[in-house]
Structures are given as C-alpha cells and as structure tokens.
C-alpha cells in the first residue's frame, strides 16, 4: 500500500520559532509537493521538487524554504514562525508519467501561537 | 498564472445526482484532476482527464472540455457517504518543472441530505 507520512498531526509552535515539517514517502517518486490548505481557500503550493536537491517555488513561497536530501523525504521550514503560518500543512508525491495521481499525506495542522 | 473556480458548496439529497463544475484558465495545461477529501483527511485520487470527452468510473464521471476550459464531476445515486469536499486540480505543461506542478481549486462541499 502506497504511504505519504507526515510526521506529526498536531504541532504547536511559538512566534519566531523556526519549525521543520518532515514528509517521507515509500513508492520512490521523483516529485514531492507541499501546500497548505485554509478555509475558503483551498489547497495552495508553497514549493514542489521533480528531484533530488531540486527545487522550484510554488505560489506561496514567502516565509517558507524546503530540503529535499534524499528522494524519499521532502521537508518544509517555516525560518521564523508566524501566526499567519497557522494552517494545515498537506505533504504529497507523485511518480512521472502523464495521469499519475498526487498521493498525500495525513497533513500537519500547526498552530503558530 | 493558474486560475480555477468551483462553486463553494453545494447539497443535495441522498439517491439523486450532483454535477460539481470547474473552469478554468491556465497558462498551460496537461490534464484534469478531481480528488475527494472527506474532513479531517487527506484528499484522495477521484479520476484524471486530458481528453475531451466522459470518463466513467461507477458512480462518478468526469468531463472536460479544454476549447471551454471546463471540467465537470458528476456524481450519481449519491450516498450519505459522498458528503465530503471535491477538489478540482490542473497540471500544468511542460516539462520537469512546470510540469510536474498542480494548481488546486478553492474546492467544492458537498452535503447529501437523507
């Protein structure tokens, strides 16, 4: 069974800390993504990866950055958090190929207080 | 850029039919996603278009027609079960990275009435 795992459901942070959000995926694909998902807003791209080291920025990049060391996990850095950063956190990967279908992890919701 | 609309919420009663819409307008297109995500979980894979034309998958159907920018989800003999959000999702074209990328909707509710 194909797994995204996020490594933590629930997360409470303190303004200016600096928060890591890890995603780890077993089905060796090359593109990894993180978005946030707010009401009425639906699910937005913070940043993907097509590779290993590889990065692009999504449409909300700003006052995040990622790593991508190893092709199996792909994590989110919120530098400095703030409370415009509470949010649930929604890790996916997607192998290549045309109609390949995102597989997303149970998701983060972090409260940045 | 990449923008796609859905309506926000809709209801309807159990064993009847809902058509969920998304339009689109998009700088680059390869393909047409649509996801469910019932609340509190992750969405999951519904079904995928490139082509004009119905795709048929049980009870739910996807159409899409790209001269439009138009996509639809039809939903029928619905099931309390089917409550739950739609997600309407475009891959943008190219190749390695923006092509790999997916541009999400705001999402559709939908409420299946007894």
């Known amino acids: 069974d194909v797994k995204v795992t996020q490594s933590s459901r629930y997360l409470v942070k303190r303004t200016g800390e600096k928060v890591f959000l890890e995603c780890v995926q077993d089905?060796?694909?090359?593109?990894m993504f993180w978005y946030r998902q707010d009401p009425g807003l639906g699910l937005r791209l913070i940043y993907f990866?097509?590779?290993?080291?590889?990065?692009e920025k999504g449409d909300i990049p700003e006052g995040y950055s990622v790593s991508r060391e190893k092709k199996e996990r792909f994590s989110l850095i919120l530098e400095s958090a703030s409370t415009n950063q509470t949010s649930m956190y929604l890790c996916?990967?997607?192998?290549?190929?045309?109609?390949?279908?995102?597989?997303f992890g149970q998701g983060t919701r972090l409260t940045v207080v | 850029g990449q923008n796609i609309d859905q309506p926000t919420e809709m209801t309807a009663t159990e064993g009847a039919i809902v058509q969920i819409n998304c339009t689109y307008q998009?700088?680059?297109?390869?393909?047409l996603f649509w996801y469910q995500q019932h609340a509190g979980e992750a969405p999951t894979f519904l079904s995928y278009?490139?082509?004009?034309g119905l795709e048929e998958k049980g009870r739910f159907s996807s159409f899409l027609s790209r001269s439009k920018g138009y996509s639809y989800l039809l939903l029928k003999e619905l099931q309390m079960k089917d409550s739950a959000s739609y997600l309407c999702?475009?891959?943008?074209?190219?190749?390695?990275?923006?092509?790999?990328?997916?541009?999400f909707g705001g999402g559709t509710r939908v409420l299946v009435k007894p």
């Open positions: 998009t700088s680059g297109f390869n393909g």
């Open positions: 278009n490139v082509l004009d």
């Open positions: 990866s097509y590779d290993v080291k590889m990065k």
């Open positions: 999702a475009v891959r943008d074209s190219g190749i390695k990275a923006a092509g790999n990328k997916l541009t």
């Open positions: 996916a990967s997607r192998g290549l190929g045309l109609g390949t279908e995102a597989f």
């Open positions: 089905m060796d694909h090359e593109n």
